[in-house]
């Protein structure tokens, strides 16, 4: 068996955070499959939803492999140099999830795209942040596509809420 690639912190931290990002992500899609959206958009978060429960799968399983923790610490942020000088993102929040709960369905798609594009932002900076400092090839390419794909999302998610 070949010997594992290295990896760094700033692979960890993307996992960690990326899985956080994901979780967000399944609750938000979560709300949205409970409401009647437009056809194409019900399609997209359907495909979204798919796409990150894969992903999540991969990151669990290298931070397995690697012995590291599938969640960050907490405090870790307060630590000096915690996150290699990388500012933290604010995700998508339970506040944001909340005001979904409470939005009335004439206006629940709209505050649905706001809050999405915003998310999947999150992710294309978390991406970048590992395809700059990160060592682990594989996670690497996985911040790549998260980069791609993300951005291609926003740009199917943006003409909607005009339309």
């Known amino acids: ?12 931290m993307f996992l960690q955070m990326m899985l956080e990002q994901h979780a967000a992500a399944e609750r938000l899609l979560a709300l949205a499959a409970e409401q009647p959206l437009r056809p194409e958009l019900a399609t997209l978060a359907a495909a979204i939803q798919v796409t ?26 307060l630590a000096p140099g915690a996150h290699g000088g990388h500012q933290v993102l604010r995700g ?31 992710a294309i900076e978390l991406a970048r942040m590992e395809t700059a ?23 199917q998610l943006l003409p909607m809420l005009s339309g």
């Open 1 to 12: 068996m070949p010997a594992a690639a290295a990896f760094n912190a700033t692979d960890v």
């Open 92 to 122: 998508t929040s339970t506040a944001d999830l909340d005001l979904l709960r409470t939005t009335d369905a004439t206006r629940f798609e709209r505050t649905f795209l706001n809050i999405l594009i915003a998310h999947q932002h999150n």
């Open 133 to 155: 400092g990160g060592a682990h090839p594989e996670a690497k390419a996985l911040a790549h596509r998260i980069d791609t794909s993300r951005n291609g999302q926003i740009r």
């Open 52 to 77: 990150q429960r894969t992903e999540a799968e991969t990151m669990t399983g290298w931070l397995r492999d690697w012995d590291q923790p599938v969640t960050a610490d907490p405090a870790a942020h």
